[in-house]
């Protein structure tokens, strides 16, 4: 069976996964917040939906939809990004080992190295945008490939088919982390990933105000259903509130990610001749060593870039709060743009250099964003003069900026 869906990803968005409620005629679902259902005389519940932990109406249509816009067969959601791979680690057994991209969301690399260390679940961390180096670390207890492209905050990008190509003919699963991504502008299945993992609370919720994760699968195989398993047995599940809230964003998520993606270039390629700016880390521009490959594999270049400036760290801290449109924030993929200083959100085991900025860019208008980040790489302005009445006390001017 394909999960190919000839319909269009806008198209996909605003209708998989979605019928009016039978039971009122609402074209819009309503939230279904009960914990259980009603048996019938037999003692079965007739409609499939027996316990919310289990399943529910609200999770079962976000599933579907998940499912169908990354061309998966099946969707498994989770309360968090974080839980989203814990489920995918704990599906596999001790002794197992895993390869994965030392560019990583850095929370991914600690729950390896934190919590699955001590189950005796082996990872190794290989520079992914090398291809030799995922074949050179792969052993005969290897189950699992991770990579992440682009990746956050360094946009590193893994050729997906490659690293697929690695793991299968090692007998190993290959799992993408898309959130940077999108299904919008790139797709795994489609260049031989197994398991698409996403942190929904980015650019899929896309408003800053749900967490959630999922994990998509290629085939419906006893790996997924362990960590159907998993997902319902562990009970790191969302709401029926959240999953609502969600599947509501992901009738936008075409439109935003594009537009954000199209932003995003046009602030690379300003910070790009900036003259305070070392290097931007971004695989939309030509000079990125990832450009080529990710033009293979995806339709844009996301919404998120980072940046190192000459002058260092101190400069670098100082940055985000000089911004005022930018939100100094941490967490990618809203309708805001964001700014922060990478390392110190990450702490003492970060990659991130000391001098790196990473942005997330908005739906706000390119000219505004660039103007904003002018003006807060501008020169320092010296503090305008306060009035002061002749008996000392402070008049505040009314708008000026705060800085924050
Ligand atoms: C935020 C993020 C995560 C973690 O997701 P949560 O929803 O915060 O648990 C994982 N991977 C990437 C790439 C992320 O940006």
Known sequence: MTNHDSRHIETLAVHA?????PA??????????ATNYERDATGACPRGFEYTREGNPNRQALETSL??????????????????????????????????AQD??????????????????????????????????????TALVWVETPSNPLLSIVDIARAAAIAHAHG?????????????????????????VHSTTKFLGGHSDVLGGVVVTNVVDEFFQRLRRIQVIGGA????????????????????????????????RFLATHKRVERVLYPGLPEHPGY?????????????????????????????????????ATSIGGVESLIEHRASAEGPDTRAPQNLVRLSIGLEHPDDLIADLAQALGEVP??????????GRLLRTPGMPQSG
Not at 173 to 190: C, D, H, I, K, Y
Not at 382 to 391: C, D, I, R
């Open 24 to 33: 009122t005629g609402a074209v819009m679902p309503p939230i279904h917040l």
């Open 104 to 141: 990583t969301y850095y929370g991914t690399a600690v729950l390896l190295k934190d919590i699955f260390a001590a189950w005796a679940l082996e990872a190794t961390f290989v520079d992914a945008t090398d291809p030799e180096a995922i074949a050179a670390a792969m052993r005969p207890q």
């Open 292 to 328: 080529l490959t990710a033009k293979r594999q995806m339709s844009g270049f996301g919404g998120v870039l980072s940046f190192t400036l000459k002058e260092g760290a101190a400069a670098a801290k100082a940055l985000p709060s000089r911004t005022r449109i930018f939100t100094h």
């Open 237 to 268: 599940v969302p709401s029926p509130f959240d999953c609502w809230l969600l599947q509501r964003s992901l009738k936008t998520l075409p439109c935003r990610v594009r537009a954000q993606s199209e932003t995003a270039i046009k602030v690379a």
């Open 382 to 391: 010296q503090p305008e003069p306060k009035p002061v009445f002749p008996g």
């Open 17 to 21: 996964g979605r019928t009016p409620d």
């Open 67 to 100: 499912a169908r816009l990354e061309g998966g067969a099946a969707a498994a959601c989770f309360a968090s990004g974080n839980a989203a791979a814990a489920a995918i680690f704990q599906a596999l057994t001790p002794a197992q080992h895993v390869v994965i």
């Open 172 to 196: 190993a699963r290959l799992v993408v982390e898309n959130t940077l991504g999108t299904p919008v502008l790139q797709q795994p299945f489609e260049f031989g990933a197994d398991l698409v």
